[in-house]
């Protein structure tokens, strides 16, 4: 699970700039047991991404086995899509 301040990094150095989109952190995993997405074997969140628009309508929602990674080039796009 990735920290806040991790997040922090990678918002300001994100895809050769600051990102536009805000990024969230669940280290008390509220949000996780909310979406499902909560490992309580672990004590963790599976790696999952949300996409939520300005209306707070989930958009997009993946879970990914923790042993692959995520594109930030892709998940912009995504974003970038479902903006306009």
């Known amino acids: ?3 806040p301040e991790v997040h922090k990094k990678l918002s300001d ?3 050769g700039g600051k990102l536009r989109f805000p990024l969230l952190s669940d280290v008390d995993g509220k949000l996780g047991k ?4 909560f490992n309580e ?3 963790n969140d599976r790696r999952a ?3 939520v ?3 707070l309508k989930v ?3 993946y879970i990914s ?3 692959i990674g995520r594109s930030i080039e892709e998940l912009y796009r995504i974003a970038m899509a479902l903006k306009s």
């Open 34 to 37: 909310a979406y499902g997405v």
């Open 59 to 61: 958009r997009r929602f």
């Open 53 to 55: 628009d300005s209306n």
């Open 49 to 51: 991404t949300v996409i």
């Open 13 to 15: 150095t994100g895809l």
């Open 1 to 3: 699970m990735d920290t």
């Open 41 to 43: 074997e672990k004590k």
């Open 65 to 67: 086995d923790n042993k």
